[in-house]
């Protein structure tokens, strides 16, 4: 004997469709937060402030290029 009640209706399939991706999209949502790099902070605290914005550093009035770094042999 089969249960004739057995389909299910259309907004049951909608559910069962969206749920799944909904959680999917949230996943991979989360993913993408986490796996981001972190913010370069030094950046932030390396702009000049209104007291050295006029001062040149060592009187020139380009900015010093880093020192070259020697490779470890």
């Known amino acids: 004997m089969s249960n004739v009640n057995s389909a299910l209706s ?8 969206v749920v799944p991706l909904a959680l999917l999209c949230g996943w991979i949502i989360t993913i993408f937060i ?8 030094a950046a932030v605290t390396a702009w000049p402030t209104a007291e050295t914005a006029g001062a040149t550093v060592g009187g020139q009035d380009q900015p010093m290029e880093p020192p070259a770094r020697r490779l470890a042999a």
Do not use: G, N, S
Request: glycine share 0%; net charge positive; no cysteine.
């Open 10 to 17: 259309v907004w049951q399939l909608v559910i069962m469709a």
């Open 34 to 41: 986490v796996a981001r790099e972190p913010r370069a902070h």
